[in-house]
């Protein structure tokens, strides 16, 4: 168990360096293993990171852990996204718990696809990574996709998920039939 509390001069104790240093900046009295932080929505856990002139700056520096909100693929249409190709481009929202910021990957990246659930968590690397034109550019040498499953978030995208397949099975449109076809041709009106 690791613990932000103070203890000594160092004003940290180790297990919260040995956190620290693999880029988890959390907000003070926080008691959590590593595996409770990648399962848990880091708007509990998580200090501010992201600075609010996020746009202008050139760089983030790393290591930081921060977490998806939201993953889209931007180089496909929304049919074929559905093989969930690891060749895509991503525009991806990420957030240190407190504020936001938008990111591309410039190149595919183990473990990111479209089918990445919020509150996963993305590491920057110790060389930090480039902002250019408001987006964070994300690389396998300056991230790393570290998991975590948070309920809470996965289950109210998997609500949606499942809301939207029965709006599309039940209350879609009815099924397109070609002028000419035999399905056409039975039907028959009688007008009074």
């Given at each position: 168990?690791?613990?932000?509390?103070?203890?000594?001069?160092?004003?940290?104790?180790?297990?919260?360096?040995?956190?620290?240093?693999?880029?988890?900046?959390l907000k003070p009295d926080i008691t959590k293993s590593h595996t409770e932080l990648l399962?848990?929505?880091?708007?509990?856990?998580?200090?501010?990171?992201?600075?609010?002139?996020?746009?202008?700056?050139?760089?983030?520096?790393?290591?930081?852990?921060?977490?998806?909100?939201?993953?889209?693929?931007?180089?496909?249409?929304?049919?074929?996204q559905e093989n969930g190709s690891n060749k895509s481009m991503f525009r991806i929202t990420?957030?240190?718990?407190?504020?936001?910021?938008s990111a591309?990957?410039?190149?595919?990246?183990?473990?990111l696809s479209g089918k990445v659930y919020p509150g996963t968590k993305l590491r920057i690397t110790s060389g930090g990574?480039?902002?250019l034109g408001g987006f964070l550019l994300l690389?396998?040498?300056?991230?790393?996709?570290?998991?975590?499953?948070?309920?809470?978030?996965?289950?109210?995208?998997?609500?949606?998920e499942n809301i939207s397949k029965k709006k599309s099975n039940d209350g879609g449109p009815p099924k397109f039939v070609p002028?000419?076809?035999s399905a056409n041709k039975k039907v028959q009106l009688t007008f009074i």
């Open positions: 168990v690791v613990s932000t509390q103070s203890t000594g001069s160092s004003g940290i104790n180790a297990e919260y360096g040995s956190l620290a240093q693999e880029g988890w900046i399962n848990t929505d880091l708007s509990h856990v998580g200090a501010k990171i992201i600075p609010p002139d996020f746009a202008s700056v050139s760089s983030l520096d790393g290591p930081r852990i921060l977490q998806f909100k939201r993953v889209k693929d931007v180089s496909h249409s929304k049919i074929s990420l957030s240190d718990g407190n504020g936001a910021c591309m990957n410039l190149q595919p990246i183990p473990g990574a480039q902002v690389t396998p040498a300056n991230c790393e996709i570290l998991g975590g499953r948070v309920e809470k978030l996965v289950e109210n995208i998997e609500k949606n002028f000419g076809s």
